[in-house]
């Protein structure tokens, strides 16, 4: 499913150089969908041969650049020029098939005990909103997702668990999100996924970019 | 296969096989991976007549020890591993003659903790996303066998100085403030940079823990995750800094006070548990 939206424009940004090869746009500690939108729409305006790497984020995008092709005066000029893209307003959601609970879910009841609703309640609200991709970052292809319903709200757990297998769903604070590696963590794993979001070896290693959106579709088995 | 040209025996505490780093996934939290001496690395190909990306081993600590598959022109580069080829010692930074089934072992790190091993024409390693630099996570195994990527170049006589590789383990590096700095306060920055700290015991590809100190602690709750490289230096809550290396996170929750400029990062590869390190702001 793709959906056009409108990009607001005119975000104040500092600029930071680090290192002799980085610097950092920074709009500020701010979680907005507006703000984020005009994040990766100025990064993907970035995009030039001098410029080796860019990372967006929530509310900063960092650049790692060459300083024997562009200067440091130049890439300020550069970057304050930089119009964003009115082009690409499209964002791609994907649905995830999740089977909620049981193996697959085993804090599901801890979640619903400590927001004082039914287990199926939790997965009614859990799977009845999108959630913007607003960044990838802390393993490859985890998701930073935005708008978890406040009822829903679980603190991480006291003893992370040593192996969380790839592809369950947690919540943890305000936060919902996908291992998608094995790996240890404190997250409440409500759910288990099939969806794989990072897939070496494949064309499109990373299947979901920053700016798409999630949304979670209850079923038995995956 | 006949290309072979090593087999690992012992891989010691870490030995993994890196390139220049993989580049353009970081976005995706796909980390840049790459030689933690970037230094030491680029002389080894360079003395060897390799291109400047060449796979090579690196090796953290002692005991590794490998066989040789087949005649060529190595060399080591970096901290000194007080190695044999046949049980006769062998220098650093110099290109050395093997012999098919010629047996390379690390007696005990002089100084310094990781040094690099290249072939002349290079190892050839499986390219993931671009790169050969094996991903966070994986490592050399005993019983694994690296191939011959070829063809052989011509060796550079080139000047190098390893002099920063101390064997008091007191080191000063050069820092630029943090993005955060603001957010931390001037005055703890300014302290911080005047400040020496203790390496600690967890120190690995991901990141380097230094020793925790009571005016760092409780400054922030975090800040809105941003882009991070290796040579930031993030303080958490409890006041410990953590300085990110090249498998460590590609975005982080906590403010960076200060960043290791890249001709000193060759020396954050080489710090051991215990040492000193302190700051010089540029």
Same mark, same amino acid.
């Given at each position: 499913m793709?959906?056009?939206?409108?990009?607001?424009?005119?975000?104040?940004?500092?600029?930071?150089?680090?290192?002799?090869?980085?610097?950092?746009?920074?709009?500020?500690?701010?979680?907005?969908v507006?703000?984020?939108?005009?994040?990766?729409s100025?990064?993907?305006?970035?995009e030039?041969?001098?410029?080796?790497?860019?990372?967006p984020?929530? /509310? /900063?995008?960092?650049?790692?650049?060459?300083?024997?092709?562009?200067?440091?005066?130049?890439?300020?000029?550069?970057?304050?020029?930089?119009? #964003?893209?009115?082009?690409?307003?499209?964002?791609?959601?994907?649905?995830?098939?999740?089977?909620?609970?049981?193996? /697959?879910?085993?804090?599901?009841?801890?979640? /619903?005990?400590?927001?004082?609703?039914?287990?199926?309640?939790?997965?009614?609200?859990?799977?009845s909103?999108?959630?913007?991709?607003?960044?990838?970052?802390?393993?490859?292809?985890?998701c930073?997702?935005?708008?978890?319903?406040?009822?829903?709200?679980?603190?991480?757990?006291?003893?992370?668990?040593?192996?969380?297998?790839?592809?369950?769903?947690?919540i943890?604070?305000?936060?919902?999100?996908?291992?998608?590696?094995?790996?240890?963590?404190?997250?409440?794993?409500?759910?288990?996924?099939?969806?794989?979001f990072?897939?070496?070896?494949?064309?499109? #290693?990373?299947?979901?970019?920053?700016?798409?959106?999630?949304?979670?579709?209850?079923?038995?088995?995956? | 296969?006949?290309?072979?040209?090593?087999?690992?025996?012992?891989?010691?505490?870490?030995?993994?096989?890196?390139?220049g780093?993989?580049?353009?996934?970081?976005?995706?939290?796909?980390?840049?991976?790459?030689?933690?001496?970037?230094?030491a690395?680029?002389?080894l190909?360079?003395?060897?007549?390799?291109?400047?990306?060449?796979?090579?081993?690196?090796?953290?600590?002692?005991?590794?020890?490998?066989?040789?598959?087949?005649?060529?022109?190595?060399?080591?580069c970096?901290?000194?591993?007080?190695?044999?080829?046949?049980?006769?010692?062998?220098?650093?930074?110099?290109?050395?003659?093997?012999?098919?089934?010629?047996?390379?072992?690390?007696?005990?790190?002089?100084?310094?903790?990781?040094?690099?091993?290249?072939?002349?024409?290079?190892?050839?390693?499986?390219?993931?996303?671009?790169?050969?630099?094996?991903?966070?996570?994986?490592?050399?195994?005993?019983?694994?066998?690296?191939?011959?990527? &070829?063809p052989?170049?011509?060796?550079?006589?080139?000047?190098?100085?390893?002099?920063?590789?101390?064997?008091? &383990?007191?080191?000063?590096?050069?820092?630029?403030?943090g993005?955060?700095?603001?957010?931390?306060?001037?005055?703890?920055?300014?302290?911080?940079?005047?400040?020496?700290?203790?390496?600690?015991l967890?120190?690995?590809?991901?990141?380097?823990?230094?020793?925790?100190?009571?005016?760092?602690?409780?400054?922030?709750?975090?800040?809105?995750?941003?882009?991070?490289?290796?040579?930031?230096i993030?303080?958490?809550?409890s006041?410990?800094?953590?300085?990110?290396?090249?498998?460590?996170?590609?975005?982080?929750?906590?403010?960076?006070?200060?960043?290791i400029?890249?001709?000193?990062l060759?020396?954050?590869?080489?710090?051991?548990?215990?040492?000193?390190?302190?700051?010089?702001?540029?």
């Amino acid at each position: 499913m793709r959906k056009e939206y409108q990009l607001s424009v005119n975000f104040q940004f500092k600029l930071h150089f680090p290192a002799d090869n980085y610097v950092l746009i920074d709009f500020g500690n701010r979680i907005d969908v507006d703000l984020n939108r005009y994040v990766l729409s100025m990064a993907s305006a970035l995009e030039t041969d001098a410029i080796i790497e860019i990372i967006p984020a929530y /509310s /900063s995008i960092l650049l790692e650049y060459n300083p024997d092709f562009i200067k440091k005066h130049e890439l300020k000029s550069f970057i304050k020029s930089a119009k #964003p893209k009115q082009m690409e307003n499209i964002e791609t959601c994907h649905e995830i098939n999740v089977s909620y609970g049981g193996e /697959s879910g085993p804090d599901l009841g801890f979640v /619903s005990q400590n927001a004082g609703l039914s287990e199926q309640q939790v997965i009614d609200i859990h799977t009845s909103k999108e959630y913007r991709v607003f960044m990838i970052g802390f393993l490859p292809g985890f998701c930073y997702l935005g708008g978890l319903d406040p009822r829903l709200e679980t603190k991480r757990l006291e003893i992370p668990r040593l192996l969380i297998p790839a592809g369950s769903v947690g919540i943890a604070g305000g936060q919902t999100g996908i291992y998608p590696e094995d790996s240890p963590g404190g997250w409440r794993i409500i759910g288990k996924t099939g969806f794989r979001f990072f897939v070496p070896g494949a064309e499109e #290693p990373f299947p979901v970019k920053p700016g798409d959106s999630i949304r979670f579709r209850a079923v038995k088995d995956v | 296969m006949s290309d072979s040209i090593f087999r690992v025996i012992e891989p010691g505490i870490h030995s993994s096989v890196q390139d220049g780093g993989r580049r353009g996934y970081r976005r995706y939290g796909m980390p840049l991976s790459g030689p933690l001496d970037p230094y030491a690395y680029a002389i080894l190909n360079s003395i060897l007549g390799n291109r400047e990306n060449s796979a090579a081993v690196e090796v953290t600590g002692s005991w590794f020890s490998g066989e040789f598959l087949r005649d060529c022109s190595f060399a080591l580069c970096g901290a000194d591993p007080g190695a044999t080829l046949d049980d006769a010692a062998i220098p650093v930074n110099e290109v050395i003659c093997a012999k098919n089934s010629s047996i390379l072992k690390f007696h005990g790190m002089k100084s310094g903790i990781r040094t690099y091993i290249g072939v002349a024409g290079g190892i050839e390693g499986n390219v993931f996303l671009g790169s050969t630099s094996m991903p966070r996570g994986k490592r050399l195994a005993s019983g694994d066998i690296l191939c011959f990527a &070829g063809p052989v170049g011509n060796p550079d006589i080139v000047e190098h100085d390893f002099s920063y590789i101390r064997a008091d &383990g007191k080191y000063k590096v050069k820092v630029r403030e943090g993005p955060d700095s603001v957010l931390l306060g001037k005055k703890i920055t300014k302290e911080f940079i005047k400040d020496s700290f203790k390496v600690s015991l967890h120190l690995d590809r991901m990141g380097i823990r230094l020793e925790p100190k009571e005016y760092l602690s409780g400054l922030s709750d975090g800040i809105v995750t941003k882009p991070v490289f290796p040579g930031c230096i993030q303080v958490t809550g409890s006041g410990m800094p953590v300085i990110i290396m090249n498998d460590g996170q590609t975005s982080g929750g906590y403010p960076v006070i200060a960043v290791i400029q890249n001709e000193d990062l060759r020396i954050i590869g080489q710090l051991k548990t215990g040492d000193l390190l302190s700051f010089k702001g540029v």
